[in-house]
C-alpha cells in the first residue's frame, strides 16, 4: 500500500501559504518600483521563452500584475520558430520506407504548408516514434539494426549539446543507422535580428533560465549596449518570474539597464563550458530560417563533417523549400512579439489545439497554446 | 482518417461521436452520452453499459489490464447510481499471446470480481492472426440496478454546489505514461485502479437526492470531467489549485514530462457534485472510507460565466481549465 501520508503536494496549507506570502510581497514591490517610473506608458516587457510563457499562464500572473506592465512573448518556443520548409521537409522524411523517425511529442501535429502532419502520416502508416531524448531514438536505432532511424533535432541551446552529445556516442559506437535532421537554432543572433530589424517598444527582457545555463550571461551584454533593453535571466517558478519582472523595473527606473542574472542556482556567468565545448566539437553555426524572422546567418547549428554520416540532410539529400506564404497563419507575427493571439483573426475560430493552422497553438510552448488552455482574454 | 486523437477523450472524441455516430445512431436514450444508459424495464429501472480496454503495458504497477476492464465498467454503472448485478467479458487475443499471461490476467479478473461482488456472467473469444491486433484487448459490458428514485445527472447542479473528489488525481494516468516510455522516475506511485459502487452506496444512504451527480474522471482527467459536466449544467465551476489533491511523486513526475495531473487519467477516482449542506458530511464518510483515499471538496458551482472551469491557482492568480485536446505530449525544452 502506498503511503500517501507524505505523497500530498498540493493541499499543503503551509507551503502554499508560505508561497503565497512570497509571491504577494514580490507583487507589492512590483507596484512600488511601478510607481516611481513616472511615464504613465505601458511598459512592454517581453518573456523570450516559451516555457516563461507557460508558466505565467500557468500561474496566472497576468491577473496579479499591474495592467501597466504588459508581458508579450518571444521568438523562444522552438516548434514555433522551425520553419515551414524544415517541417514539410520532416514530414517528408516519414515517407522514406523502412525510416523510423523519431521525434519530441510537440512536432507530431505540427501543420505543414500543405495541411499534412507527421500525426498524419503515421496514421497512412509512416513510422513515427515520439522519444522523450535523443538518447532514446539512438537506442531505437541500435535496436532496430536493419531498418534506419532519423531524430529530428529540435531546440535550441538547451536541447542541442545532447544532441551533440548523442551524435558522438552514435560515432564512437558505429550505430551507422541513426541519423539527426538538424534544425536546431540559437538565440543571441535571433534576438539580434527581432531587435534590429525595426522599432521595437519592447523594453525589457526576461532571458530564458535554460539557455543562460548553457550560455552564461556574457552573450545578452550587446542587447543592452546596442538596444539599451534591460535583461533578467529569469527562473521558470512563479516567484522566479516576478522577481525578474522586479528586476526589469528596477533597471529602467534607474536608467541603467544590465544583464542581471536572477536564476544564480541554476546559472553561473560562464555558463556550462563543457555542454559548449560539446555543441562546438559537433556543430558548426550555419544560416537557419526562423519562423517570423527569416534567414538569419549564425544562428542554426549545423553537423560537422567528422560526423557527417549522421547528418540526415545530406543522406537523405533533403531539400528545404520555403513556401512563400502559409494562408492565414500568423504565427509569425505572435513570435516576434507584433501581436498577441486574441489579435489573430483565426484564434479560437479556425484555429484550435485539435484544428490547429499553426505550430503556436500546437507547441506545448506555444503561445496561442497558452492563451488558449488558460482562457487568456476571457478571465 | 482516424486519428489517435479521436480515442483520447478529448475535444477530437466528442465531435467522433456527435458527428459519426450519433447521426446515425441517434435516440434518446444513446443521446444523454452518460456513462452508463438508463433503461426502463418494468418497474425496475437499469443501468447498461459497456467499455473496451487496450492499455499498453498491459502488467503495471497497481493492476493490469484485467482488474481495469472489470472495475471500469463496474465504475461506469455506479457513476448512474446502478449497483452492479453481472459483468460480460469478451477477449481479442494476438496469435503468439502468452499462456501464462493469459493466465495471469483472468486470475486478476478472478480476483477482482470476486472483490466487488459482481459475477463475470457470459463471455466470448476471439484470436486474430499475429499483428492484427496487440496482445490483448477486453471488452466488458455490464447490468447495474438502480434503486434511487431521482437521476444523477448534470442537469441538477445549481449555483452554491460544492465539488468534492474521492482522492489524489493522475496517479494512473502518469503510472502508465511512465511505464509505456520505460521511464525511470522517482516515487513509489501507482495505478488506483478500484471499484466505486460501494462508495457511491454509502454517500447515496447518506445524503439521496443532494447529490446531484457522480462521474468518474477517467480519459481527460479531471479538467476535462470538470468542463464537461460545467457545460452540459450550464453553470461555472471554481476549483482551488492548492485543494485538489495531486500526490508529491506524481506532481514532481508531470514537472519532468511536461505533464498536467489535471489531464492524467484516473480509474479509482470519483467527482461528486453535491448540495452545499452536505458536503461535508460527505467528505467525513468519504475520509472514513478506504475507497477514497485523501478526499477533498476543491471548489463550488457559481453562475455560468464565460468560462466553463475557472481555477484560483497556488500562488492566488487565476486561469481558464480547458478540455484535453489531442494525446498528452511531452515537453520539448
Known amino acids: ?379 | 482518417m482516424v486519428l489517435l486523437d479521436h480515442g483520447s477523450g478529448g475535444l477530437a472524441s466528442s465531435r467522433l461521436v456527435q458527428e459519426i455516430f450519433l447521426s446515425r445512431l441517434s435516440n434518446p436514450i444513446l443521446n444523454e452520452l452518460e456513462d452508463s444508459a438508463i433503461l426502463d424495464i418494468g418497474q425496475q429501472q437499469i443501468a447498461f453499459t459497456t467499455d473496451s480496454y487496450v492499455v499498453d503495458p498491459i502488467f503495471f504497477p497497481g493492476g493490469d489490464i484485467g482488474e481495469l476492464a472489470v472495475n471500469g465498467t463496474i465504475n461506469d454503472l455506479a457513476m448512474k447510481g446502478g449497483m452492479p448485478v453481472a459483468l460480460s467479458l469478451a477477449l481479442i487475443l494476438e496469435e503468439g499471446f502468452s499462456l501464462d499471461d493469459l493466465e495471469r490476467i483472468m486470475d486478476s479478473i478472478a480476483r477482482a470480481s470476486i472483490q466487488a461482488g459482481v459475477p463475470v456472467a457470459t463471455g466470448d473469444t476471439k484470436v486474430v492472426p499475429k499483428g492484427k491486433a496487440d496482445k490483448i484487448f477486453i471488452n466488458t459490458a455490464g447490468v447495474g440496478i438502480i434503486e434511487i428514485r431521482f437521476p444523477l445527472t448534470a442537469s441538477r447542479i445549481r449555483p452554491g454546489d460544492k465539488i468534492l473528489v474521492s482522492g489524489t488525481v493522475g496517479d494512473h494516468g502518469a503510472t502508465i505514461m511512465t511505464r509505456r516510455q520505460g521511464l525511470e522516475v522517482p516515487g513509489q506511485f501507482q495505478s488506483d485502479t478500484m471499484a466505486l459502487h460501494r462508495l457511491v452506496r454509502d454517500m447515496l444512504e447518506l445524503s439521496g437526492e443532494n447529490i446531484r451527480c457522480f462521474r468518474d474522471p477517467t480519459r481527460g482527467g479531471l479538467a476535462t470531467t470538470l468542463v464537461e459536466l460545467a457545460k452540459k449544467a450550464g453553470v461555472t465551476m471554481e476549483i482551488a489549485e492548492t485543494e485538489i489533491p495531486v500526490r508529491k511523486d506524481v506532481a514532481q513526475t508531470c514537472e519532468i514530462l511536461g505533464l498536467d495531473p489535471l489531464y492524467l487519467a484516473n480509474e479509482g477516482k470519483l467527482v461528486a457534485v453535491v448540495a452545499p449542506d452536505v458536503a461535508d458530511e460527505l467528505l467525513a464518510l468519504m475520509q472514513e472510507s478506504h475507497l477514497a483515499p485523501e478526499p477533498a471538496i476543491i471548489g463550488r458551482v457559481v453562475e455560468q460565466g464565460i468560462m466553463p472551469v475557472v481555477m484560483e491557482t497556488a500562488i492566488g492568480g487565476k486561469r481558464a481549465v480547458e478540455m484535453l485536446t489531442g494525446e498528452p505530449l511531452p515537453r520539448i525544452c
Open chain 1, 1 to 379: 500500500m502506498m503511503n500517501l501520508q507524505d505523497g500530498i503536494a498540493s493541499g499543503q496549507p503551509a507551503d502554499a501559504r508560505r508561497r503565497r506570502d512570497l509571491v504577494k510581497a514580490l507583487l507589492l514591490s512590483i507596484h512600488r518600483q511601478l510607481a516611481s517610473i513616472s511615464s504613465p506608458q505601458k511598459i512592454r516587457l517581453m518573456e523570450v521563452c516559451g516555457t516563461h510563457t507557460m508558466s505565467i499562464f500557468k500561474h496566472g500572473l497576468r491577473h496579479l500584475l499591474p495592467d501597466r506592465i504588459e508581458l508579450i512573448s518571444g521568438p523562444g518556443c522552438p516548434v514555433c520558430v522551425t520553419s515551414p520548409g524544415q517541417i514539410d521537409a520532416a514530414i517528408k522524411l516519414s515517407d522514406i520506407p523502412d525510416l523510423i523517425v523519431a521525434t519530441f511529442g510537440d512536432m507530431l501535429r505540427v501543420p505543414g504548408s500543405q495541411g499534412q502532419s507527421l500525426a498524419k502520416a503515421r496514421a497512412r502508416g509512416a513510422d513515427v516514434r515520439i522519444v522523450y531524448s535523443p538518447v532514446d531514438a539512438l537506442q531505437l536505432a541500435r535496436d532496430n539494426p536493419d531498418r534506419n532511424v532519423c531524430f529530428l533535432g529540435i531546440g535550441f541551446e538547451t536541447t542541442a549539446p545532447v544532441v551533440a552529445a548523442t551524435l558522438k556516442m552514435a560515432s564512437q559506437l558505429s550505430v551507422n543507422n541513426f541519423f539527426v535532421y538538424s534544425c536546431h537554432k540559437t538565440m543571441p543572433n535571433a534576438l539580434e535580428a527581432l531587435f534590429s530589424s525595426k522599432e521595437s517598444d519592447v523594453q525589457g527582457l526576461l532571458c530564458p533560465g535554460h539557455v543562460s545555463a548553457i550560455i552564461g550571461e556574457q552573450p545578452y551584454g550587446f542587447l543592452v549596449e546596442k538596444y539599451g533593453l534591460a535583461c533578467a535571466i529569469t527562473g521558470f517558478e512563479a516567484e522566479e518570474i516576478l522577481l525578474g519582472v522586479l528586476s526589469l523595473l528596477k533597471q529602467l527606473a534607474s536608467k541603467y539597464p544590465f544583464v542581471d542574472n536572477c536564476y544564480p542556482r541554476a546559472v553561473s556567468p560562464e555558463g556550462n563550458p563543457s555542454a559548449v565545448a560539446a555543441l562546438e566539437q559537433v556543430f558548426q553555426p550555419s544560416t537557419a530560417v526562423w519562423r517570423g524572422l527569416g534567414s538569419i546567418p549564425g544562428s542554426g547549428l549545423a553537423i560537422r563533417q567528422q560526423f557527417k554520416r549522421h547528418d540526415a540532410e545530406s543522406h537523405f539529400g533533403i531539400e528545404i523549400e520555403e513556401p512563400n506564404k502559409v494562408s492565414g497563419c500568423r504565427c509569425h507575427r505572435i513570435i516576434t512579439g507584433q501581436i498577441i493571439p486574441p489579435e489573430c483573426p483565426m484564434f479560437r475560430k479556425a484555429c484550435t489545439p485539435e484544428n490547429p493552422m499553426g505550430p503556436c497553438m500546437v507547441s506545448s510552448e506555444g503561445a496561442c497554446a497558452a492563451w488558449f488552455k488558460y482562457g487568456g482574454e476571457r478571465l
